[in-house]
Nanobody, 118 residues
Framework: VRIEESGGGLVQAGGSLRLSCAVS????????IGWFRQAPGKEREAVVC????????GYADSVKGRSTISTDNAKNTAYLQMNNQKVEDTADYYC????????????RGQGTQVTVSS
């Protein structure tokens, strides 16, 4: 199993980023797929968990309305579109795949860094 995140970088507050999560070894639509983030000095936060088989998506209140998760079955890739970025969104973002729900203890990538400047 391999999970590889990309799309992180530096963005100004109010801007947008799209994170990608390329998966091999399992089918994204058969698992719970989501994102966690960890900022320096802060606790790890579950950002979003998407369970296509259950038609279920859960967003953290901190990103609700600004972020959208989607999957491309043909590319076996998940995406996290993040709009109206805030400084407090600065963190390392990790894509996870697990069952029946999203955890950091399942499959995960190495992370991609997002920095939002004011």
């Amino acid at each position: 199993v391999r999970i590889e995140e990309s799309g992180g970088g530096l963005v100004q507050a109010g801007g947008s980023l799209r994170l990608s999560c390329a998966v091999s070894g399992f089918t994204v639509d058969d698992y719970a797929i989501g994102w966690f983030r960890q900022a320096p000095g802060k606790e790890r936060e579950a950002v979003v968990c998407f369970k296509k088989s259950h038609y279920s998506t859960g967003y953290a209140d901190s990103v609700k309305g600004r972020s959208t998760i989607s999957t491309d079955n043909a590319k076996n890739t998940a995406y996290l579109q993040m709009n109206n970025q805030k400084v407090e969104d600065t963190a390392d973002y990790y894509c996870v795949g697990d069952f029946p729900t999203c955890t950091m203890e399942g499959y995960r990538g190495q992370g991609t860094q997002v920095t939002v400047s004011s």
